[in-house]
């Protein structure tokens, strides 16, 4: 975690905020285990608020600022701890063990749909030891989905606001990087996977990292990344929902957030979220591809998807479009979209998904 960044951002305590309901209730960096030049590697963060005075760790550098702290890390304890230090012979026959469908299984091809789509350009042929076996990969397609999709939403309106800017569901943090080369400001990426965080988090303090890519079945791939570059400019990953952020007033000049809209348990609530969060003039640049499931997102949460005897006939683009009308368009509208934009995720070598993400831009009133 940066010091500079946190401290400019303001955080405040997402207990006090979202369960108590004293939005002022600042942070601070109460201890510091490990550091390593800007960044906190291990620590504890803490409410000033005498009648709170809720903790909450820093870990691999990554902040974790929920307000139900205790459940997310029972939840996500096997990838917080998870080894760094395991031949990859050893981490294949643990996959083996586990099988298809393991938690372990289910980490990995997460991982390595998300790192290949936004790191496939910066892959180093490195191998850990001469041991370690070479599969002759067959690839379907280019990396960089992801970032095409960043560039067509910011070529769609250009933003008047300047200030830090939040990217949402960053995943493996890529477009946080590349949005943070040309925004002084500080940029912060936010995510509730720990192990996409954690990469991320890495890439920011040594410009390398490993990550499983998926052959077939259980069968992955050692894989190496190196970054030819890393923004200057204040750039960090938090651990955070964007549905109980720990911020209390307007801080982001724009937000970002790629396909998590149907990710989301309230997609609803995320679109509110992101109205409060932004400056007055500000813009959020989204996109959702309405690949619905009850896994993410409680049916009745969902922006179409269902319901098509009604008006909108379960189309979700029409029935968002609808509801920021009802909501009142002289607060946030959508001042630009493209409904079918392509979006693809490498699943393994012989096979991709390919959706068409529908991309929208929301500003805020101006300030008159």
């Known amino acids: ?34 550091e390593s030049n800007f960044h906190v590697l291990q620590g504890f963060i803490q409410c000033t608020n005498l009648e709170c005075n809720a903790e909450f760790p820093i870990l691999d550098g990554i902040p974790i600022l929920l307000r139900d702290v205790q459940r997310y890390v029972s939840e996500n304890i096997q990838s917080i701890v998870h ?23 289910t980490s990995r091809q997460h991982l390595s749909c998300y790192a290949w789509d936004h790191y496939g350009d910066w892959i180093t042929p490195v191998r850990h030891s001469e041991s370690e076996p070479v599969i002759d990969s067959i690839e379907l397609g280019k990396p960089g989905s992801i970032r095409s999709l960043m560039t067509a939403s910011m070529n769609m309106v ?42 991320a988090s890495q ?6 990292a490993r990550f499983p890519l998926r052959h077939m079945g259980v069968v992955y791939q050692n894989t190496f990344i190196t970054a030819p570059s890393l923004p200057k400019n204040p750039v960090d990953f938090w651990a ?40 007055a003039g500000g813009i959020a640049r989204l996109s959702c591809p309405y690949d619905w499931s009850v896994a993410a997102t409680p049916a009745i949460g969902w922006i179409g998807g269902h319901s098509q005897r009604g008006e909108h006939h379960g189309d979700g683009p029409s029935l968002l479009r609808s509801w920021l009308d009802s909501k009142g368009s002289s607060f946030y509208r959508i001042v630009a979209e493209l409904p079918n934009y392509p979006w693809t995720l490498r699943l393994h ?11 929208f831009c929301l500003q805020t009133m101006p300030a008159e």
Not at 29 to 34: D, G, H, Q
Not at 247 to 265: I, S
Request: aromatic share 6%; glycine share 8%; net charge negative.
């Open 1 to 34: 975690m940066r010091f500079d960044l946190f401290q400019s951002l303001r955080p405040v305590c997402p207990v006090c905020l979202h369960q108590r309901g004293i939005p002022n209730s600042p942070l601070i960096i109460k201890s510091v285990l490990e």
């Open 240 to 279: 955070v929902d964007i549905l109980e952020p720990p911020f209390a007033t307007p801080m982001f000049a724009e937000c970002f957030g790629f396909n998590v809209l149907d990710a989301v348990r309230s997609p609803v609530h995320l679109l509110e979220m992101t109205r409060l969060l932004l400056q």
């Open 349 to 359: 070598s012989r096979s991709e998904i390919r959706y068409l993400a529908h991309i």
């Open 83 to 105: 080894r760094s230090d395991l031949h990859p012979a050893m981490e294949s026959l643990l996959g083996d063990c586990c099988g298809q469908g393991s938690l372990f299984d």
């Open 203 to 208: 890439i920011l303090r040594t410009g390398t």
């Open 158 to 199: 250009e933003s008047a606001n300047r200030g830090p800017v939040l990217d949402i569901g960053c995943a493996c943090g890529r477009t946080t990087f590349d949005l943070a080369h040309t925004n002084e400001h500080g940029v912060l990426g936010i995510d509730l996977n720990w192990s996409m965080l954690r990469m």
